[in-house]
């Protein structure tokens, strides 16, 4: 399978804190891209990092990206428990360009 | 509007019925993708659609029928289900197929009797 794994697979964390999520991915790709979806509902687009990038931030979050090693980063600052949701990363490449998504981090913001 | 709209929210069908998933998008985006998503797991890849044509069908059975009328539209037809096609049905849309950011309706919920 092409899936890419993520790890952890759950998270609980106070307000305030940092959360880091990890994914590992098998091939090459052209990028990667990190979603969130709260519970039942569809996928929210975060952030999307191209190959030949190695650290992107949107507010809040900062992704990095080691195509050396087939892993990627999410790290969420100061989080809020609006953030308590699924997180999945996904990436874009080989011959078919199909968006392959990872297994999923499911955080837990505490108030 | 960056906003993908299905309907229906949620839908119950028997094993016999025919149904319908709609799909729709006003961002002028040329790519529609259909995702299907057991509970705990990570979305699924079931079709993709590119300038309104089929690029993509990954192998899934002919009980679900994709149809793309418009550049707008997407639609899966759904007939003779069987109760482990139950799941959370996700449409999408980019700007082009593969590089862009996907933008994802609420979804289907479908259970099967």
């Known amino acids: 399978s092409q899936q890419g794994e993520e790890d952890p697979q759950a998270l609980s964390i106070q307000e305030g804190e940092n959360a880091t999520m990890n994914c590992s991915y098998k091939?090459?790709?052209?990028?990667l891209q990190w979603y969130r979806q709260n519970s039942g509902r569809g996928l929210v687009h975060l952030i999307l990092?191209?190959?030949?990038?190695r650290e992107k931030h949107s507010g809040r979050l900062r992704v990095t990206l080691d195509t050396s090693k087939k892993s990627s980063s999410l790290l969420i600052t100061a989080s809020r428990a609006a953030d308590t949701a699924s997180y999945f990363c996904?990436?874009?490449?080989?011959?078919?360009?199909?968006?392959?998504f990872g297994t999923g981090t499911l955080l837990a913001v505490q108030p | 509007d960056t906003e993908v709209t299905q309907t229906p929210k949620h839908l119950v069908m028997g094993m016999t019925n025919k149904k319908s998933l709609k799909c729709e998008q006003h961002?002028?985006?040329?790519?529609m993708y259909w995702y299907k998503q057991k509970a705990k797991k990570p979305p699924e890849l079931m079709f993709v659609?590119?300038?309104?044509?089929?690029?993509i069908n990954e192998s899934v059975p002919s009980r679900f029928s994709p149809e793309c009328p418009n550049s707008s539209l997407l639609n899966l037809h759904l007939h003779a289900l069987q109760p482990e096609d139950s799941a959370l049905y996700l449409c999408?849309?980019?700007?082009?197929?593969?590089?862009?950011?996907?933008?994802f309706g609420p979804g289907t919920r479908l259970t099967v009797t």
């Open positions: 999408a849309s980019s700007q082009e197929w593969s590089g862009y950011e996907q933008y």
């Open positions: 091939t090459s790709i052209n990028n």
């Open positions: 990092i191209r190959s030949n990038e």
């Open positions: 996904a990436t874009d490449g080989g011959a078919t360009n199909k968006l392959i």
């Open positions: 961002m002028g985006h040329r790519a």
């Open positions: 659609y590119s300038y309104e044509k089929l690029s």
